[in-house]
């Protein structure tokens, strides 16, 4: 299934595309390499990009004219498919703030709707102090330090992920080391509304 943009195209990333697996790898390898404590070597970034390729999950990239692999998205279901961790979401440097990463999620969110699922979540580290939530001691009061969160600087994702409608679910405090948590944000999967 392929859907097309202006631009490019969003594909299903395929063991038969070696060349969009490398690309894929080397993009999540330059956009967190210095950032988390994930992926700071390309063996690691190609063995994620080769576990997204397992049949129960989804991996999509989007591709210009040329085959050049522009972003990368995976999704991984949970609670019989009902509920779809989006991981990860990649942009090459150059292209962002283009709607790729936005055409992206929402392509993905597409295909959850028609799969059936209700809820999309992603975890986002904050190991570098951008937000709210970093170097403070969550467990005095979790509920109020997410009703206050705010970015303060830096490149954490939150504003994107809040335009696209994701909430912030909770935190897990320390995930990374002291004062370094784990944001769980989440959202809807809506296909003709809800009743509830």
């Not at 195209?9 to 994930?38: C, K, N, Y």
């Not at 949970?78 to 090459?92: C, D, I, M, Q």
Request: hydrophobic residues 40%; proline residues 5%; glycine residues 10%.
């Amino acid at each position: 299934m392929e859907e097309y943009h202006m631009d490019y195209r969003i594909m299903d990333l395929t063991r038969e595309r070696p060349e969009w697996i490398e690309q894929a790898a080397v993009l999540l390898h330059d956009a967190f390499h210095g950032r988390t404590e994930s992926w700071q070597d390309l063996d690691s970034a190609r063995r994620e990009v080769m576990e997204s390729l397992a049949p129960e999950r989804i991996s999509r990239v989007a591709v210009d004219a040329r085959g050049k692999v522009l972003g990368w998205i995976g999704g991984m279901p949970s609670y019989r498919g009902r509920v779809w961790e989006l991981h990860p979401l990649v942009v090459a440097v150059d292209q962002r703030r283009r709607g790729i990463g936005r055409a992206l999620v929402e392509d993905l969110e597409r295909i959850l709707a028609e799969r059936g699922a209700r809820t999309l979540w992603l975890g986002s580290d904050d190991e570098n102090g951008e937000t709210s939530l970093s170097a403070a001691d969550l467990y005095a009061d979790i509920p109020e330090a997410i009703r206050a969160f705010r970015k303060i600087g830096g490149e954490h994702p939150c504003e994107f992920y809040f335009r696209l409608g994701f909430r912030i679910t909770g935190v897990l405090p320390d995930a990374n080391g002291p004062g370094k948590p784990d944001i769980f944000f989440a959202k809807r999967v809506r296909k003709g509304g809800w009743n509830f």
